[in-house]
């Protein structure tokens, strides 16, 4: 069983900045196949930021150029840098595989809310 627990979010002005975590745990040697979805409130979850094994990171038109999605020095541990953050992109944050591949059980999530 592999457990996703994603952390790092906050209440922050329009503008700002913050850097999301995922840390995995259980059965599994690091992260590799995965992505950061987010879910606004009564909206659909959408992946926002890709990481695939041998190809370059894949982000929504809705935060290209914005965030980065990046690999820790620990195997097990993936980020997510947002920058000059909108309104429109408070959600809930979550990890998990990219939909084509065995997806994990989905972690708790970690609230972003940016105020204008």
């Known amino acids: 069983q592999v457990q996703l627990v994603e952390s790092g979010g906050d209440l922050v002005q329009a503008g700002g900045s913050l850097k999301l975590s995922c840390t995995a745990s259980?059965?599994?040697?690091?992260?590799?196949?995965m992505a950061w979805y987010r879910q606004a409130h009564g909206s659909v979850r959408e992946l926002v930021a890709a990481?695939?094994?041998?190809?370059?990171?894949n982000y929504a038109d809705s935060v290209k150029g914005r965030f980065t999605i990046s690999r820790d020095r620990v195997p097990t541990i993936m980020h997510l840098q947002m920058t000059n953050l909108k309104s429109e992109d408070t959600a809930v944050y979550f990890c998990?595989?990219?939909?084509?591949?065995?997806?994990?059980?989905w972690g708790p999530g970690t609230q972003v809310t940016v105020t204008s």
């Open positions: 998990n595989a990219l939909p084509r591949y065995t997806g994990y059980p």
């Open positions: 990481l695939e094994e041998g190809t370059p990171s």
């Open positions: 259980g059965k599994i040697e690091g992260i590799i196949n």
